[in-house]
């Protein structure tokens, strides 16, 4: 062939990245379902009466080197200055080895929540580490595996407090020396409960009588560093709890919270290698007491035994929570911070204990040689004993030496109208201690012997910390590095496999959007910085909240909530506002069908709305007969249902109009949970159907990575009516539900260079493959499995529910089984017993190639074989290859006195020869983890023995 130029662009998207099949793969599974074209399927599958009018228009996608192009001249307008502002948030040292390993590192960042320990022990040990360094550190007995951020930490322990406490006073104190944000967050949470907020000195103003519980902040916003043991005592003699947040880094210095006695602990690890990222993801942290610990909101890692007896890790107690427990759950956390706990816990195991305490030393130590060089220029500086943050008496001077700072390149904090606070970290270099004493008017070398410190002396810490092997690992890179890569390795990630978790939306998170995250532009600045150091993230959230505007049809959008589950508390607390400013503030019924996803009723509930379900049809379908009954049954009480678009039954139901007027014409707001968006973007706007309300979570449809059970963002968009009652700012304003303007906006740059890169266009295409890849496992399995709802057309949504429940009475296998047997082919299993007990819900994604949607079918189909082998008595009935499940090495030497043999249970259809992923653990034994209760590391010793 003569040379000829070529149409076929390697940048495009349909080519490249972010969709799956290539379009010779579409072809022939458009025709195993059995319809002529993708639009073809489109149009059969989604009813018309949705469809959106016109399409997405962004302009042409941009290819990844303009992206990149584009962000970093975005980057470039964020101006990073050394932060001294503190507030929770603080300059520090990302080792380069976590942050190329960990935060940089899909075999992290892609893995899902560990629901499956058995492909989850390196998350879990990991996160086993991050609960054993918190609650040694503050204390306490028990300590969770992440919250969301400090201020939501604070507000779950008012609200466990509540629970708890047997003080029947209606109110809560909170310390005026916590952080603002905090004060602002907890307000937010207890207006709804009838909670009453006095803020006050604790010392002065605290009635122990009249309060089920207190809030103290140590060391205080502007440095105070007091002993709470007194207080405490006097709350536990009303009956109420002490909760004490605490700087984590302080702790390694100072008389922890559980030796004053306090009840819970909760703060932020972000200063533990977590960047500020403009205000995150950073993971928080609660620990409490024994006594509490049924009490706690989010995930707990537990130890338990697989099969065998040996140690395994595993999720403990998830009895307490939303998925389970629904409107009764501690709280409807569900996204935490996974890998942001992950990176905290890392620094810990590569600092170990001396270094951390080095650190903290060095810490104070710079405080005081910024107290002492401010003290000899004539400034009056407190208070006399402090840890990292100092307050200066600057008079009428404040804002002259504000702005010189500033010209220095350092930002301080004003406090009041005559002082100036100033927190030091890790990161603060002895060159800009000395220019903010120029700022000050002195121009002096810092020199000379370490100063005495200023920690008071009553607070010393005294008692040991990360007295656990893991913490005192050999500290050479070699062995760090090597330990997290075999953690790592224990795991099964989007980086190896399809993860087809039903509701999750487990896609492609592409390296390119993945890169800004970690440069400094992003990662440096301080939530609470001058906003004209932080232009270049206000563009951003201004042009990625306009095409989340554009995406879903509402006029405006709050950045703030850091997860879907908090989007949704977001979402209901906007609509309670829009309710009482027109004086309908009675309205407290929350109408949510049954199959909805678990933080729907546990997020009403902290509304307090009172939960009332709506029955589903035969076909899976919101029955909009009962919907009206109870509209009806509820009149002038309805002020909101909680409806799922497509259905979590993954259908397009035609109803949904009729759903949302009947709400409207009771009263109420429609909440429209928008997990599913990856079924609708550029096909559908929940705002043309009838919705006033609601999440993106854009770690599921807009490629943020699940992080192993965390980060997220859960933004929500309302129609104009209600943009006035959004969450106010958190430290100006009203209502905030989380502690930044824009939740963890280091992580947005991922979700608007997804949309950036693949225009809208390429955003449709995504949703349409979204569903081509659904149907075309449909079409596959249909044979073996029934497929438990459908619409219109005979179609699935962009997910489907395998019914596996006729198996268990065939051949005695559960749901469980399939899932487990699913690990020896090479799979995380998809979504189990949601939203129906029993069965399976796979969810693809457009992301996966059909090679991968092929290999996951045949792995279906063989273990449909194999039961079908048990109903034929061709395989015991106790001992087969299902119950077996998962298989590990150890499976292949020793004996082995299965009816079946070493290949069959090793290597299943779909298994991969050469890269078979082992489990590390055989089955995981869930009861004996809960009854036999251990969340921090297990002594060494007891390793030892579990191996026997
Ligand atoms: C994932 C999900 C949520 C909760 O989102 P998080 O970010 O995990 O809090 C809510 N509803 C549905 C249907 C979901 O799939």
Known sequence: MPFAFTDYDPYDFANRRHIGPSPAEMEEMLATIGVESLDALIDATVPQGIRQDAPLVFGAPLSEREVLWKLRRTAEKNKVLVSMIGLGHYGTVTPPCIQRNILENPAWYTAYTPYQPEISQGRLEALLNFQTMVSDLTGMDIANASLLDEPTAAAEAMALARRQSKSKAPAFFVDADCFPQTINVVKTRAEPLGIEIVVGDPFSDLDPSAVFGALFQYPGANGDVKDFTPLVEKLHEAKALAVVAADILALTLLKSPGEMGADV????????????????????????????????????????????????????????????????????????????????????????????????????????????????????????????????????????????????????????????????????????????????????????????????????????????????????????????????????????????????????????????????????????????????????????????????????????????????????????????????????????????????????????????????????????????????????????????????????????????????????????????????????????????????????????????????????????????????????????????????????????????MMGGEGLTQATKVAILNANYIAARLQSDYKILYAGKGGHVAHELILDTRPLADSAGVTVDDVAKRLIDCGFHAPTMSFPVAGCLMVEPTESEPKAELDRFCDAMLAIRAEAQAIEDGDLDREDNPLKGAPHTVEDLVGDWNRPYSREQACYPPGAFRVDKYWAPVNRVDNVFGDRNLVCTCPPMESYAEAAE
């Open 265 to 756: 602990a909760v703060g932020s690890t972000q200063r533990f290698g977590v960047p500020m990222g403009g205000g995150g993801p950073h993971a928080a942290y609660m620990a409490c007491s024994d006594a509490h610990k049924r009490a706690m909101p989010g995930r707990l890692v537990g130890v338990s035994v697989d099969a065998r007896g040996n140690r395994a890790y595993r999720l403990a107690l998830q009895t307490r929570e939303q998925h389970i427990r629904r409107e009764k759950a501690t709280s409807n956390v569900c996204t935490a911070q996974a890998l942001l706990a992950v990176m905290a816990s890392m620094y810990a195991v590569f600092h170990g204990p001396m270094g951390l305490k080095a650190i903290a030393q060095r810490v104070h130590e710079k405080a005081v040689r910024m107290a002492q060089g401010l003290e000899s220029l004539g400034f009056k500086v407190g208070p006399a004993a402090f840890f990292d943050t100092l307050c200066v008496e600057t008079g009428p001077f404040q804002g002259v030496i504000m702005r010189a700072a500033l010209a220095e390149g350092v930002n301080l904090r004003a406090v009041g109208s005559d002082r100036i606070a100033i927190a030091l970290d890790e990161m603060v270099r002895p060159a800009e201690i000395e220019a903010v004493w120029r700022a000050f008017g002195g121009a002096m070398a810092l020199e000379g012997p370490s100063p005495e410190p200023r920690l008071p002396a009553e607070l010393l810490r005294e008692t040991e910390y990360l007295t656990h092997p893991v913490f005192h690992m050999n500290r050479a890179e070699a062995e760090m590095t090597r330990y997290m890569r075999r953690l790592a390795d224990r795991d099964l990630a989007l980086d190896r496999a399809m993860i087809p978790l039903g509701s999750c939306t487990m896609k492609l998170n592409a390296t390119a959007e993945m890169m800004p995250v970690t440069w400094p532009e992003f990662g440096g600045i301080h939530p609470f910085a001058p906003a004209d150091q932080r232009l270049g993230y206000a563009e951003m959230v201004a042009d990625l909240s306009e095409k989340l505007c554009a995406i879903t049809g509402y006029d405006a959008v709050s950045m703030q909530p850091n997860s879907g589950a908090q989007g949704e508390f977001a979402g209901l607390m906007t609509i309670r506002r829009y309710h009482i400013a027109r004086g309908e503030g009675h309205r407290d019924v929350c109408l949510i069908p049954t199959s909805a996803h678990g933080t729907n009723p546990a997020t009403a509930q902290m509304v307090g709305y009172k939960v009332v379900p709506v029955k589903a049809r035969a076909n899976g379908d919101i029955d909009v007969d009962d919907f009206r009954a109870q509209a009806e049954k509820y009149e002038g009480r309805v002020a909101a249902c909680m409806i799922t678009y497509p259905s979590t039954h993954g259908v397009f139901e035609e109803t949904v109009r009729e759903v949302c007027a009947i709400t409207h014409e009771a009263g109420g707001q429609v909440y429209l949970d928008g997990a599913n968006l990856n079924a609708m973007v550029g096909i559908a706007r929940p705002g043309d159907v009838g919705s006033d309300v609601s999440h993106m979570n854009l770690h599921k449809t807009f490629c943020i990575p699940h992080g192993g059970g965390g980060p997220g963002m859960g933004p929500i968009g309302v129609k104009a009516h209600l943009a006035e009652h959004l969450p106010g700012d958190p430290i100006s304003g009203e209502g905030a539900v989380a502690g930044a303007e824009w939740g963890s906006a280091s992580i947005l740059p991922i979700s608007w260079a997804y949309i950036l």
